[in-house]
């Protein structure tokens, strides 16, 4: 296994971990989620401090999302010793929307960058046999 196809997972898991601490160290809204019961605190975009409350859910999805991503990639290349160029293409198409709409205030370069060395990884990358789980 190559060193990229090693760093791709690692770079994923640490995106994921900045989106948890940026979605409960960053000001956020989970007292006034909690206050409101959790169910429905952030469906309706009139209410005052919805924004807030969107984006601090949104970040903890996103960070739960790219763990189910880094955890799927570090098993695909383990098993297989390779980083499937999809993963680098899903990453680059995360990517280029985030950081063309939200550029500077984003990490949107970050997943793209995620996704250039993914692709690298994948072009470079020797496949070797699948073996059983």
Do not use: C, K
């Not at 990229?4 to 979605?23: D, E, G, K, N």
């Amino acid at each position: 296994m190559s060193t990229l196809t090693r760093w791709v997972p690692r770079l994923i898991f640490i995106t994921s971990a900045f989106h948890f601490v940026w979605a409960f160290a960053q000001r956020n809204a989970w007292a006034e989620i909690a206050r409101g019961g959790f169910f429905a605190t952030a469906a309706d975009p009139s209410a005052p401090g919805y924004d807030l409350r969107d984006s601090t859910v949104w970040f903890m999805v996103g960070g739960i999302a790219l763990l189910a991503l880094g955890a799927l990639t570090r098993h695909v290349a383990r098993v297989t010793g390779r980083i499937p160029a999809q993963i680098g293409w899903f990453f680059v198409a995360m990517g280029i929307p985030l950081t063309v709409i939200y550029f500077p205030v984003t990490g949107g370069w970050a997943v793209l960058a995620i996704g250039v060395v993914a692709l690298l990884a994948a072009r470079r990358a020797e496949p070797r046999a699948a073996s059983a789980p």
